[in-house]
């Protein structure tokens, strides 16, 4: 069998997809601290941003790749989600962030 090589198309055609996240001014913030015995089973059902999750907690990550909904490809890519304001997810993920002391980046 001949092997199909795929090429990326030039950088001035690549499409690229943004997206916005907005927080309602009128949101109340958040102590995360006070709130440790969360469980990450209550923060976000997605078993892959879960897994994510604990391995920000843990301090286990120096990268974090984030996708735009339905547009993960890798097994590693927390997908943001539609969060309402009652959602509490970007909240943790910016709070996992901050405390962790590997991450060097995410993208």
Wanted: hydrophobic fraction near 30%.
């Amino acid at each position: 069998r001949q092997q199909q090589q795929r090429s990326l198309p030039p950088p001035q055609q690549t499409k690229k997809t943004a997206f916005i996240i907005i927080m309602s001014s009128s949101s109340q913030p958040v102590d995360y601290d006070t709130l440790a015995t969360t469980s990450i089973k209550e923060i976000t059902e997605d078993g892959t941003n879960q897994d994510i999750l604990r391995s920000l907690k843990k301090d286990e990550l120096s990268t974090l790749w984030l996708s735009a909904p339905g547009l993960a490809t890798d097994v590693g890519e927390y997908e943001l989600k539609y969060c309402s304001d009652e959602s509490l997810e970007l909240g943790w993920l910016g709070h996992f962030m901050k405390k962790s002391k590997r991450l060097e980046s995410f993208v």
